[in-house]
């Protein structure tokens, strides 16, 4: 029998209708669109507005995507895992919440926190559970509501985010497409330079900690634009290498979308042209863990069965990695 390998056969996205352009944050703060776009390569975010709604509402619709796109039915997905740093609520996991919605009645789940890389971990964890034989549907989501964390008087980091949701289903595969290899890395000593400070166990929710504006990003941008642009463009080389693959064996790149000048230098690295590379981080920003599945959803079309996709990420923790995977469908 061929070796079991984890394929991503649909996909689902979605993104809120309300955008938040660089126009609107010149009212906001200090900025100025063509600083924004020169240095980020950003000209709109997607905002989830209403009162009440969390990255669960996001979420549905993408999954609901992906129920319909292969006439699934609910009670056949095994697991659902959901990676986020905004879940509804620090408690129960937002995956738990997504399951019930949507009537996933048989399924476990939990949620993985890795900032930008959670949904390259949440892939490799859902890619393990189908190659180890016992699960056949696994769906691995990525989705943020940065709105909910970001300071929109702080002209540093309002800038960048955005909201949105992307999710995979992962089912076994064996005629040697799907998730191929992963290079995965954390180093908490990055800790410093991009993080919530507050509503930990560290420095709980108090009145001192919200009068001090510690419930939201904090980012040191320059520090870890230098550990970005090296640790996304290392890893990348690092997996077509083992791989005995060069940048023409690839059909696509599909980045985090953090910052324009850091997708450029990983495309340089990897000697690609920009014709092969998933960007659209002018529309969305830096939806956190949603940037990757939502170029996927976006660029779906353009896939071919067979094709090369090396999938990259750097971010908050420092956690960082990329995966190769061959298009299934
Ligand atoms: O996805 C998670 C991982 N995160 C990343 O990968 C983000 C990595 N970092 C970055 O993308 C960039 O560092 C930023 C886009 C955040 C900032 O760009 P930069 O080129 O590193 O700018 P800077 O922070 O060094 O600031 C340069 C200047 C400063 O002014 P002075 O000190 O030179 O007078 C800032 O005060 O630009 C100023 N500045 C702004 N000006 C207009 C900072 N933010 C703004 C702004 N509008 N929004």
Sequence with gaps: MNKITAAITAIGGYVPETKLTNADLEKMVDTNDEWIRTRTGISERRILK?????????????????????NLNPLDIDCIICATVTPDMVFPATANIV??????????GFDLEAACSGFLFALATGTAFIESGKYKKVVVVGADKMSAIVDYTDRNTCILFGDGAGAVLLEPNTEGNGIIDSILKTDGSGKEYLHMKSGGSVNPSSIETVTAREHFVYQEGKTVFKFAVKGMADVSAELLERNHLTGND????????????????????????????????????????????????????????????VLAAFGGGFTWGAILLKWAY
């Design 250 to 309: 690839i059909a696509w790149l599909v980045p985090h979308q953090a910052n324009l000048r850091i997708i450029d230098a990983t495309t340089e690295r990897l000697g690609l042209s920009k014709d092969k590379v998933m960007i659209n981080i002018n529309r969305y920003g830096n939806t956190t863990a949603a940037t990757i599945p939502l170029c996927l959803w976006e660029w779906e079309k353009q896939l071919k069965k067979g094709d090369n996709l």
């Design 50 to 70: 209403e009162k009440g709604k969390g990255v669960s509402d996001m979420i549905i619709p993408a999954v609901q995507q992906i129920l319909t796109k292969k």
């Design 99 to 108: 399951a019930d919605k949507i009537g996933a009645k048989n399924a476990w």
